[in-house]
């Protein structure tokens, strides 16, 4: 089993709408949580954090339940420029990070 | 720009042959993570450094894979007597201090091709 799971889409989304996706990770322990943005072919970039008790940057909404060890990202009043692969990550106590495989999102006009 | 540079960005070689790759990170941090990333998938942790120690390695990191970081400053992974599932993206990053929550700034990557 893989320590974080994500569901792959792809998520299409018609511009302006929300699209929200979750990861799930399997290790209790873990530190610390972040959505980063991959674009095809490029290096993964910070999105953001993900804090215990949700947080909000722009139109990007995140959160985890620690319970349940789930994380969530919603995207509001999507772009064009949203679309890209998310990789939901996990962090341990000494930063080797975890990263799911990613869910595409694809905005369409 | 983050900051972190890989050289090469592109590399095709021949099965068996050996392949060194470079990271430079952000001049100030001091821990310097590699990556591996395939097609579909996320990247996974290779190895790390803080400063010029490697505390940590990956299963995933075979004896034929060997990652050195001498002063503290770029780090070096070679690959030697290659083989075609060695052909993946190697990203490489940098972070600082000493916790874990530090973000990590991930170089452009190395895209290894293996014939």
């Known amino acids: 089993r893989k320590e974080v799971e994500q569901d792959p889409g792809p998520f299409n989304v018609p511009e302006g709408a929300t699209v929200a996706f979750n990861c799930t990770y399997s290790n209790s322990a873990s530190q610390s949580f972040f959505w980063y943005r991959q674009d095809c072919r490029k290096e993964p970039k910070l999105l953001m954090s993900?804090?215990?008790s949700g947080n909000e940057d722009g139109r990007f909404t995140a959160q985890l339940n620690r319970a349940s060890q789930y994380i969530s990202l919603l995207i509001r009043d999507s772009k064009l420029s949203d679309s890209a692969t998310y990789l939901c990550v996990v962090n341990d106590s000494w930063g080797k990070l975890q990263f799911g495989a990613g869910t595409q999102v694809v905005v369409t006009p | 720009d983050t900051g972190v540079s890989q050289d090469p960005r592109h590399k095709i070689t021949k099965r068996g042959q050996n392949v060194t790759f470079r990271c430079d990170p952000i001049s100030e941090h001091n821990r310097l993570y590699w990556y591996r990333q395939t097609l579909g998938q996320g990247p996974e942790f290779l190895t790390y450094f803080q400063n010029e120690a490697q505390l940590e390695k990956s299963r995933l990191l075979s004896d034929r894979f060997s990652a050195e970081r001498p002063k503290g400053s770029f780090s070096t992974l070679e690959i030697q007597r290659t083989e075609q599932g060695d052909s993946a993206m190697y990203l490489c990053?940098?972070?600082?201090?000493?916790?874990?929550?530090?973000?990590?700034?991930f170089g452009p990557g190395t895209r290894l091709t293996v014939t």
């Open positions: 993900v804090y215990s």
């Open positions: 990053a940098s972070s600082l201090g000493l916790g874990g929550t530090s973000e990590q700034y």
